[in-house]
């Protein structure tokens, strides 16, 4: 079965770099959710977005923005980044029919 | 805000024996969700369990949420290498703007052979 999508799997920036991750739901999932998991942290939530809206904000920075585009797809991009921002990006989608979320293998950003 | 607490945070088994992890709720849980993680990768959907009392079982791990849903355990019967990982347990973070998950820190489990 179609699992969720994220690329790039890892990734290296240096500091005040940008960067984009992106993420593919599970076919006819209509929600993304975006959790960042620092190093020995549980994931924390970032953004989510429902039907290509912007369905609720968490602990997202200022610098990060998100969208969902038409084929539900979404990006997250990061601006402006700091050592602090080295974690696992975690993408999750969910459709209608099921509650529950189902995540993606993550992405590794680390920012040096 | 609601809050969710793992005990152990760790834990070491011998290989064949049974383990529990307890996952405690500040508040009442309308959706408790078990996750599998292995160091650095994605999170494995394990089992949901929304009522009072319900207990699941995949494979050879069960879980149940309490009458009270507000906590929730995880039990592994004859424990084997595979198991070994991160469990994490979410809820539905209803308490708060929309319907995103809020973890617990998470369960660390070895299971030496």
């Known amino acids: 079965a179609a699992g969720v999508i994220q690329s790039p799997r890892h990734l290296i920036k240096e500091k005040r770099e940008t960067a984009t991750l992106k993420c593919y739901p599970i076919?006819?999932?209509?929600?993304v959710y975006w959790y960042q998991q620092g190093p020995g942290q549980d994931p924390q939530f970032l953004i989510s977005?429902?039907?290509?809206?912007?369905?609720d904000k968490g602990s997202i920075p200022d610098r990060f923005s998100a969208q969902q585009f038409s084929d539900y797809h979404s990006e997250l991009n990061m601006s402006s980044l700091e050592l602090g921002d080295s974690a696992l990006y975690f993408c999750?989608?969910?459709?209608?029919?099921?509650?529950?979320?189902?995540f993606g293998q993550g992405t590794r950003l680390t920012v040096v | 805000s609601q809050e969710l607490e793992q005990s152990p945070q760790s834990l070491i088994v011998q290989e064949g024996k049974n383990l529990t992890i307890n996952c405690t709720s500040s508040?009442?849980?309308?959706?408790l969700y078990w996750y599998k993680q292995k160091y650095g990768e994605g999170l494995i959907f394990l089992m949901m369990?929304?009522?009072?009392?319900e207990e699941k079982s995949h494979e050879k791990i069960t879980a149940k949420l309490d009458e009270k849903k507000q906590q929730s355990s995880l039990h592994i019967t004859a424990s084997q290498p595979s198991h070994a990982g991160i469990y994490l347990c979410?809820?539905?973070?209803?308490?708060?703007?929309?319907?995103?998950?809020?973890f617990g820190k998470g369960t660390t489990l070895s299971v030496s052979s």
């Open positions: 999750a989608s969910a459709g209608e029919e099921n509650t529950e979320a189902f």
């Open positions: 076919p006819r999932h209509d929600t």
């Open positions: 977005f429902y039907e290509k809206m912007q369905s």
């Open positions: 508040k009442t849980l309308y959706g």
């Open positions: 369990l929304q009522k009072g009392g």
């Open positions: 979410g809820a539905d973070n209803l308490y708060q703007a929309g319907t995103a998950l809020i």
